[in-house]
């Protein structure tokens, strides 16, 4: 029992230590600027290339985790890899979005998918992925890397800043994250919080 409660004292330990990275947002080059008085940016997620894990691709990821999957249970696999994807709809986006509008509401500046009359669009690359493991007396969180790209939504090659968040943590207090797209959805909602923080104070 003591063991246990060790392992669960460091493990939120852990999880309060890496939030303080999720504050962290670097401006690679450009003004965010623009922004100040806009109503409405347009925002859009690109996971077309990142790693998770120790493999380069998530191809890679997703292929040995389903064939292990389909290998202890016919068709496990499959409904698990539809279930990773789906979870960016489904998890990740909306949690972006709520805490990153809700730290922009007294700025009045609100981010929605599928808005191109908005003039500028924010794009957000996942980069790397970290799911993380929770099994009871042991756990890792889930940690994510980011680049988010600010640009004119009617030229989407005229960059107007490009901005990077890394390590940002994923991890739900109390150890109930035994699910991946729980763990990963959280690294979410930090990234949109901490972007909305370094937005209110640029603008």
Do not use: C, H
Request: cysteine-free; aromatic content about 12%; overall charge positive.
């Amino acid at each position: 029992m003591k063991k246990f409660i060790y392992a669960a004292v460091i493990a939120f330990a852990a999880i309060g230590a890496s939030d303080s990275f999720a504050q962290r947002v670097d401006l690679r080059s450009g003004d965010v600027a623009v922004l100040s008085g806009q109503k409405t940016v347009n925002i859009e997620y690109d996971y077309s290339e990142f790693g998770v894990g120790k493999f380069a691709t998530e191809k890679e990821y997703l292929d040995k985790k389903s064939a292990e999957y389909n290998a202890k249970e016919a068709g496990k696999g499959d409904t698990w890899k539809k279930a990773w994807v789906d979870d960016r709809k489904n998890r990740f986006e909306p949690k972006f979005e709520e805490l990153f509008n809700k730290g922009m509401a007294d700025k009045g500046l609100q981010a929605v998918q599928s808005r191109p009359d908005a003039t500028y669009t924010l794009i957000v690359r996942t980069k790397f992925v970290e799911p993380g493991f929770n099994v009871g007396v042991m756990r890792k969180n889930a940690y994510v890397d980011y680049e988010v790209d600010l640009v004119e939504s009617a030229n989407k090659s005229a960059k107007v800043a490009q901005l990077n968040l890394r390590n940002v943590p994923g991890g739900q207090f109390g150890g109930f994250d035994f699910d991946t797209g729980v763990r990963i959805a959280e690294s979410y909602a930090k990234a949109g919080k901490s972007l909305a923080a370094f937005l209110d104070k640029k603008l």
